[in-house]
């Protein structure tokens, strides 16, 4: 019982503290609502996030901002096709000891020792060093010459991509897609944005943000999330959905079975509770409903789904499948 009194608080808390962290950095950035509040999704169900958009659309102001008001450790890695594992994870140097004279192998910790990691431009390395980062996503950990370090909680990765050059990329493979809780595509601002964006970039004012939550705070928000109940109608329907994204399954429809040759697997079902959970929990509800399967369906199933030539020949995009599959389920 007074867990739940406590929990019904912490709701409260978070609902409050959600609307602080978007009137604040709204301060800095301009527009972007939907992809801040999936950004936040994210980081309360310890899931990381693909962020694909063009160059210029302030993607890494915009995750600066969140770990100053979440006082977290920044580290942005630049991803190019000469970076190394060890350029990401750390390395080891001989050290000589200015007391004793004596030289020992000491390990110095990478970028991607951090609370908040922007991966930028992530499909610009070759798979080896992409490895190296996503291996540090799944355990959390990092091991070298025989010894694991464990990386600081929260851990959180935004990867980005750019949608229109391809030429000299390394593609993310599907498995390794598969361990970013969304992928957020990340668009131009209107034209009233865009005016309001060179109005407050092209004067000498500097904006500082506050701190709106601690670290301590967002870890007891993300075990908040995990305890929030969903009604076994909402979980059926979100493994409905994504079994229904999955050719050979009894519940595909036709379409799915001739534009799909691979469909979502089970993480993308847990994901959609998780975020449902979390979407609640920061709207101030107690538990998540339909709706809120629904509006994670497209960030988190997009890039889960696998289109054929078919759908490629007709032009056809997985957000159009997919907004399809939504549809049928009505």
Same mark, same amino acid.
């Given at each position: 019982? $007074? ?13 409050? %503290?959600? $609307? ?188 500082? %943000? ?33 079994? %229904? ?15 799909? $040759? ?26 998540? $409903? ?41």
């Amino acid at each position: 019982m $007074d867990q739940q009194i406590n929990d019904i608080e912490l709701l409260e808390n978070l609902h409050d %503290s959600r $609307d602080k962290f978007i009137n604040e950095i709204g301060k800095v950035i301009i527009g972007q609502t939907d992809v801040l509040h999936h950004i936040l999704i994210a980081l309360f169900c310890k899931g990381h996030t693909l962020i694909v958009g063009v160059p210029g659309l302030a993607k890494t102001l915009m995750i600066k901002t969140i770990a100053e008001l979440l006082e977290l450790k920044f580290s942005r890695i630049q991803f190019t096709p000469d970076l190394m594992p060890s350029d990401i994870t750390g390395t080891e140097i001989i050290d000589e000891d200015p007391s004793t004279g004596k030289r020992e192998f000491r390990f110095f910790k990478g970028p991607v020792f951090g609370n908040i990691i922007l991966a930028d431009e992530i499909n610009r390395t070759p798979p080896k060093t992409q490895a190296a980062l996503l291996e540090a996503m799944q355990e959390h950990k990092v091991t070298t010459s025989g010894t694991t370090y464990t990386l600081d909680e929260p851990f959180f990765v935004l990867a980005t991509q750019n949608p229109i050059e391809q030429e000299g990329t390394y593609p993310l493979p599907e498995a390794q897609l598969d361990r970013f809780m969304f992928n957020l595509k990340i668009t131009y601002p209107t034209q009233e944005e865009e005016i309001k964006i060179v109005q407050s970039t092209t004067t000498d004012e500097q904006h500082e %943000s506050k701190p709106i939550l601690s670290k301590n705070d967002l870890l007891s928000y993300q075990h908040l999330v995990r305890r929030v109940p969903v009604a076994e109608n909402v979980i059926s329907y979100a493994v409905k959905l994504v079994t %229904s994204s999955r050719p050979e399954s009894e519940n595909a429809p036709d379409f799915i079975k001739e534009w799909i $040759d691979w469909g979502a697997g089970p993480r993308a079902s847990q994901f959609l509770i998780l975020g449902a959970k979390a979407k609640a929990a920061l709207d101030g509800r107690p538990t998540p $409903d339909i709706s809120d399967i629904k509006d994670m369906a497209l960030p988190i199933l997009r890039h889960r789904i696998l289109p054929n030539f078919n759908a490629e020949s007709e032009g056809v995009s997985p957000d159009d499948i997919l907004s399809k599959l939504l549809e049928s389920l009505e």
